[in-house]
């Protein structure tokens, strides 16, 4: 169920016939506006709040308590600036760049599963979707620095152009390795089957603990995904200390800043991917909450939902929270590879080791019937 | 919409191959009726537009606000304050293009490989060689994509970075070929 149904339920329930396209334009504006751009412009603060404290300084503290509003005033700042664009910048790709990279990274965000009630769009190849979008920010790299005219603007931006595309393949196969041991590539479902073991039960615990090659598959589809967002080590689309600012030198006021805030609302689509994907989205070991009953109803509302859906939530952005943090804790700790090392990290690492364990991930699934570690160990010890 | 719907319905018509006996053809039409799922897309479309919107709208809002004295200094392009010396568009590093060509292969076969590997756990539920075909398919499809990848690494097509020594190896190599 979508976010878009989910709000037109409760339309419903009120007895107002407002038409379902605007549920869904609504569904958008929720997670985008009120979700991901804040939480995107948050991450900014954090980052910064997070690289003073490795490196024992104090980080930005002025604006607001322990400098919380702090993106808030760099937007407003961004915002207010001049809008300068080089007379030589081919000025129709320029203006679009920002555009493509926005709908890749921000359109993406209409997969990811929050809760099991709260969906942006539930699609039945959510996967698939979000990979295809996030391909989209490659493109729009690479048009914002090649229209930009500016020769440390094109060496990012073809750095980027082929950093991305060649981590794309990694990352494709090892969520193909998830595809291949779940059967299914709508994210809901994806979610859905990693619930607690139960006897009889159709869970299978969270696909990471699910076999040792997926085990593996995590770790590769964070450093290719690491890659994809242009983060630390693999920040050499714009490396500030040999490309002045990489494939947005020439972008300026609030258009570097929508450049900056798709950079971290790609990361958090990442993190939300892997958390779905691999870490089990909104499950806990132990327990299903979804099979949480308070008991609650306020007339023919059953509140369930809604309680089970803020739990579920919280235990999500938890989890996205803590790789969102592995990331920057990454940025202070790696140094940043050269292209030949990004590129023989990739080919030579990366896609054999996945390709292996694609080929391993579907053997497990043939011979023990896609059941998992957990599930074969509970059999051997009788529980289930 | 063929595609999307043998994902959805699982639909046993996929790439042209008859996995399964019962085959049906999905139209947009009993797509949508049959799963909703026309809206679901509606809602990514919504998502997507509003995305690629935002950053015209602010930009457009912002014009009210901002200042604007240009002036030809700040319009020519940023060289770290030296005049820019010629235009960006120049010859470039051809190995960018050669990386992009064999992302296409890989990509175009991870891409197929979806679809495939998706009816994997249904064709071990089904029994029979069901599993044994599927398998076979994909993983023949990505032996060849293998192979191709050990004859790239083998010239020394990946490798970014090619000394005097290994060029003239692959040249050989080139050369040896027949025509």
């Known amino acids: 169920m979508s976010l878009a149904e989910f709000l037109s339920g409760i339309n419903q329930l009120l007895g107002t016939g407002i038409p379902m396209a605007l549920f869904s334009i609504l569904s958008a504006v929720i997670v985008l506006l009120l979700f991901a751009m804040p939480v995107g412009g948050f ?74 009630y709260i969906i942006g769009a539930d699609l039945d190849i959510g996967v698939f979707y979000a990979m295809a979008l996030g391909s989209l920010v490659s493109l729009g790299v690479l048009l914002g620095a090649w229209s930009s005219d500016n020769k440390w603007s094109l060496i990012g931006g073809m750095r980027g152009a082929a950093q991305i595309v060649s981590y794309e393949i990694p990352l494709g196969l090892s969520v193909l390795s998830i595809i291949t041991v779940c059967g299914s590539m709508s994210l809901h479902q994806l979610v859905a089957q990693q619930a607690w073991p139960t006897p009889g039960g159709e869970g299978h615990f969270w696909n990471v603990f699910h076999n040792p090659f997926l085990f593996v598959n995590f770790f590769i589809y964070f450093t290719a995904a690491l890659a994809e967002c242009n983060r630390t080590p693999f920040d050499l689309p714009e490396a500030e200390s040999e490309l002045v600012s990489g494939f947005n030198t020439e972008f300026s006021g609030m258009r570097f800043g929508l450049y ?7 990361v958090i689509l990442f993190a939300c991917i892997a958390t779905a994907i691999f870490l089990g989205g909104w499950h806990v070991p132990f327990f299903n909450l979804q099979s949480l009953d308070i008991g609650l109803s306020v007339g023919e509302l059953d509140l369930n939902p809604l309680v089970q859906s803020v739990l579920m939530i919280g235990v999500f952005l938890f989890k996205v929270s803590v790789l969102v943090f592995v990331v920057m804790w990454l940025r202070w700790t790696l140094p940043r590879l050269r292209v030949d090392q990004l590129m023989n990290l990739c080919w030579k690492y990366l896609i054999p080791i996945s390709f292996f364990n694609l080929i391993g991930a579907a053997v497990w699934t043939w011979a023990f019937g896609g059941r998992s570690l957990l599930q074969l160990l509970g059999q051997v010890l009788g529980v289930s | 919409m063929l595609g999307f719907g043998g994902l959805k319905l699982r639909s046993r018509c996929l ?83 050669l990386v992009a060509i064999v992302f296409l292969v890989f990509d175009v076969e991870v891409a197929l490989l979806f679809p495939v590997l998706l009816l994997f756990r249904e064709a071990i539920d089904i029994g029979g060689n069901t599993a044994a075909q599927v398998f076979a398919l994909a993983f023949a499809f990505l032996g060849v994509l293998f192979i191709g990848l050990v004859y790239e690494w083998k010239t020394g097509d990946i490798d970014w970075v090619r000394d005097a020594e290994d060029r003239r190896k692959h040249l050989e190599t080139l050369e040896k070929a027949p025509q």
């Not at chain 1, 900056?260 to 790609?266: G, H, N, P, Q, Y």
């Open chain 1, 260 to 266: 900056a805030l798709s950079e971290f609302a790609d």
């Open chain 2, 15 to 97: 790439l042209g191959f008859n996995f399964f006996q019962r085959h049906r053809v999905v139209t947009l039409e009993t797509y949508g009726r049959n799963s909703g799922m026309l809206q679901e897309f509606g809602n990514a479309l919504s998502f997507v537009l509003l995305a690629a919107i935002l950053p015209p709208l602010i930009l457009f809002i912002g014009k009210f606000f901002r200042p604007s004295f240009p002036h030809e200094g700040k319009l020519t392009t940023y060289e770290c304050g030296e005049l820019p010396e010629g235009s960006a568009y120049v010859m470039f590093n051809n190995r960018f293009y």
């Open chain 1, 43 to 116: 991450c900014t603060y954090l980052e910064r709040k997070v690289a003073a404290d490795f490196q024992e300084r104090i980080g930005p503290n002025r604006v607001g308590p322990i400098g919380l509003l702090q993106f808030f005033a760099d937007g407003i700042k961004m915002f207010l600036k001049e809008d300068s664009i080089s007379k030589n910048a081919d000025r129709w790709i320029y203006n679009f760049a920002p555009s493509l990279v926005m709908a890749g990274s921000f359109g993406a965000f209409a997969a990811v599963p929050f809760s099991a």
